[in-house]
């Protein structure tokens, strides 16, 4: 079952979500929690090349233990083996009292609830462990593709290693972890800090050589998710397509030639819209 997972992610990460004007993959960006285990350990799939691993860490801003301060359930984050020397996880995220929603509250330290509804009437709870703190990076990591679509898989996985914080540095984390530079064994590149990651992203360009997109295509976003497609007049065009900002095609039209102004419009539930053309 391992071999089959680890080929799935290879090729998603190696061939899936393609560049909207190149076509070139850019990778799908797996992400995996490394383990409850407190111990240290190589775990299946956050520790493969392909896929960001992530422990969790405290309020306090140290790695759950079970002597840590912070343990509630006697477990905590496992950790990088004492022999590995290649950083097989990649970092850290809050994953104590993270507030989340439980229908059942069995997900949960500590739950509302009334005497006459055992689950409270708000379905709030409070989440711990590698579960809550993994879908934190892979947020991170959904933002970072927002911001510029082109990114490849691991361009955001290095942005996300660069922009953690190094905490508690020689008390009591090495961030030179059997000679890897700036990685801890409990703490991997650090524990992450959204702003830092995303700060240095920058919006991406479609890098037309040519003429201008605009001369061909226009993509106006009009309100209640309706955009509207312009084609500019006396131009031909062999095929034109339109993605969304996680470059899914969504509209595909081939062999247009437009005497006058062309409007097309279409209804999408998405923040942006991309225009691909073969002249």
Same mark, same amino acid.
């Given at each position: ?27 799908? #960006?797996?992400?995996? /929690?490394?383990? &409850?285990?407190?111990?240290?350990? @190589?775990? +299946?799939?956050? *520790?493969?090349? %392909? $896929? ?11 790695? #759950?233990?079970?002597? /840590?301060?912070? &343990?509630?359930?006697?477990?905590? @984050?496992? +950790?990088?083996? *004492?022999?590995? %020397? $290649? ?29 006459? *509804? ?162």
């Amino acid at each position: 079952i391992e071999n089959s997972l680890k080929s799935r992610i290879d090729n998603a990460t190696n061939n899936g979500r393609l560049h909207p004007v190149s076509g070139t993959p850019l990778g799908i #960006v797996c992400v995996a /929690g490394t383990g &409850n285990s407190d111990s240290e350990a @190589s775990h +299946f799939p956050a *520790n493969l090349d %392909n $896929v960001i691993g992530v422990g969790w860490s405290d309020p306090d801003d140290y790695r #759950v233990s079970q002597s /840590g301060n912070w &343990n509630l359930f006697n477990n905590g @984050s496992t +950790f990088t083996p *004492n022999n590995s %020397n $290649v950083p097989l996880y990649d970092v850290v995220a809050p994953g104590t009292l993270i507030m989340v929603l439980s229908y059942t509250g069995s997900f949960s330290i500590s739950h509302t609830s009334d005497n006459n *509804n055992q689950w409270g009437t708000n379905y709030r709870s409070y989440g711990y462990g590698g579960s809550v703190a993994t879908p934190i990076v892979s947020s991170i990591a959904a933002m970072a593709i927002e911001k510029n679509y082109t990114l490849s898989y691991g361009a955001i996985r290095d942005y996300i290693r660069n922009g953690a914080d190094k905490v508690h540095v020689n008390n009591p984390y090495n961030y030179n972890f059997n000679g890897i530079n700036g990685y801890s064994q409990e703490m991997f590149f650090g524990r992450v800090n959204c702003s830092q990651i995303l700060a240095p992203i920058r919006p991406a360009s479609l890098d037309i050589d040519s003429e201008s997109l605009d001369n061909y295509i226009k993509v106006n976003s009009l309100k209640n998710n309706v955009y509207e497609i312009e084609l500019s007049k006396k131009r031909v065009i062999k095929e034109y397509k339109l993605f969304d900002i996680s470059s899914r095609l969504i509209l595909s039209i081939e062999k247009h030639n437009t005497q006058s102004n062309t409007i097309h419009k279409l209804r999408y539930i998405c923040d942006n819209l991309f225009a691909q053309i073969n002249k």
